[in-house]
Nanobody, 122 residues
């Protein structure tokens, strides 16, 4: 059973850069044909798919976030990364990394991390 664990700073100032890490255990992030996504949920709102990185390293992004979001990985460490620039207060949310079978969206998700709270505030 794969396990995902997010980590990162709980508080980020507006306009600064957010860097989150997702450590994966119990399965390789390069195993075909899985996709590893980042999803967030602002307080009182629904889930938002942000982007994903595939087993082969291909990346996919939500059009609304692509300009200031980057997803990468370290195969040797079996770890995923999310970086977001120029953060805004409305991007305060719980951020999740997940494992699924689709490159895009919220469908076919098999495993979730516990999530990490990120607050954007001065």
């Amino acid at each position: 059973q794969v396990q995902l664990q997010e980590s990162g700073p709980g508080l980020v100032k507006p306009s600064q850069t957010l860097s989150l890490t997702c450590t994966v255990s119990g399965g390789s992030i390069t195993t075909s044909y899985y996709y590893w996504s980042w999803i967030r949920q602002p307080p009182g709102k629904g889930l938002e798919w942000m982007g994903s990185i595939a087993y082969d390293g291909s990346t996919y992004y939500s059009p609304s976030l692509k300009s200031h979001t980057s997803i990468s990985r370290d195969n040797a460490k079996n770890t995923l990364y999310l970086q977001m620039n120029s953060l805004k207060a409305e991007e305060t949310a719980v951020y999740y990394c997940v494992k699924g079978l689709e490159s895009w969206g919220l469908g076919a998700i098999g495993s979730w991390g516990q999530g990490t709270q990120v607050t954007v505030s001065s």
